[in-house]
């Protein structure tokens, strides 16, 4: 039980930051509004560079995401602004209704975050919002163009950041699928394109919308961490779940992610093809570089696909391996 959750831990790089006195937590009014006064933002526009999530924070937006299955969640994340960096402390959930491609905040939400921010202040929390977070079941950690507009409506009250978590390919990895984006201004054209060197498997049917918006944001570096506290609430959710942790499977609880990705990589290979024929009627050389990209995005696609089965394969032989016939072995019994 104890491994299971310093696995957890170590897969994705939770941290104990000052065990006696919990800096990350402590928040400073003083501070906080001379950062808003200075608003080092507005002159540059990538002025913020990290995040840092606390883990308790981050195994309630992961279980909030789970549990919306194939229909996107949203909540909101407290926290303050340090440097160049968003501290977030907490999140919640947001009473909003959600479909599989979008969340819709109504007013009912909006009066929730109202009331429960100024619960917290009422209660010596004086945590403020610093961003929203929200669920890409199966397709990735990216915004799309309806969280772009969010994103940039939400940074008038900046500093204001954007976080999506994908609960299909976490449970798929082992490790939290998560992304933090900050969008540019309306009138600012980055120098340059973003750079490729952190590839996901982007499903056919929003590779369009993908690519339309992605030069209107930018992603910052996650890091996170665990206070004293952080640590006794972890070990209390482990004391908890530990059983249907060690009993399920990701091959089972996630098969209908696993078909979808089969059935999309199958769409993609259908299109390279037909790309590739058509572009080899100019001759040998016109489709060269068609063919290397396609060819080249599909072995990776296969390649995490494949991955990700033979890790479910071999947890449960390991499972196998040190449980069957421990019921038997307690009576006495033989295993068969």
């Known amino acids: 039980m104890a491994s299971s959750q310093s696995a957890w831990e170590l897969e994705n790089a939770i941290k104990l930051i000052d065990p006696t006195r919990d800096a990350l937590y402590s928040y400073d009014a003083d501070d ?12 540059d526009p990538h002025h913020f560079k990290n ?52 969340v819709n905040a109504s007013d009912e939400a909006n009066e929730y975050v109202v009331q429960y ?48 978590i994908d609960p299909d390919r976490t449970i798929s990895a082992g490790k939290v699928e998560i992304g933090a984006f900050r969008t540019y201004p309306k009138d600012y054209k980055p120098a340059g394109g973003q750079a490729d060197d952190d590839y996901q498997t982007i499903p056919l049917a929003k590779i369009e919308d993908f690519g339309a918006h992605a030069s209107q944001y930018y992603s910052l570096e996650i890091s996170h ?27 089972f609880t996630n098969r209908e992610y696993s078909s979808k990705q089969m059935l999309d990589l199958s769409a993609k290979i259908k299109n390279a093809d037909k790309a590739l024929a058509h572009g080899n009627r100019g001759g040998p ?16 696609d296969s390649n995490k696909i494949a991955g990700e089965q033979m890790t479910g394969l071999l947890a449960g032989e390991i499972k196998a391996k040190l449980f069957d016939g421990v019921g038997a072995a307690a009576r006495g019994q033989t295993p068969a």
């Open 117 to 164: 921010l100024q619960s917290c202040r009422d209660n010596g929390r004086l945590d403020n919002a610093v961003g929203w977070y929200h669920s890409h079941p199966g397709y990735g950690c990216w915004l799309s163009g309806i969280d772009v507009a969010t994103q940039q409506a939400q940074q008038f009250q900046d500093p204001f950041l954007a976080v999506v």
């Open 225 to 251: 961490y665990k206070s004293t506290l952080d640590t006794h609430l972890l070990e209390l959710l482990w004391n908890k779940y530990w059983v249907s942790t060690l009993s399920q499977s990701p091959l």
């Open 32 to 43: 906080q509004k001379i950062i808003q006064d200075d608003k080092p933002w507005k002159k």
């Open 51 to 102: 995040v840092r999530i606390s883990a308790v924070a981050l195994l309630k937006m992961v279980m909030h995401a789970r549990s919306g299955g194939s229909l996107e969640v949203m909540g909101l994340m407290q926290g303050k602004i340090s440097g160049d960096t968003f501290i977030v402390t907490d999140a919640f959930r947001l009473p909003v209704e959600g479909t599989e491609t979008r």
């Open 285 to 300: 050389a016109a489709g060269r570089g068609l063919k290397d990209s396609q060819m080249e995005k599909m072995v990776r």
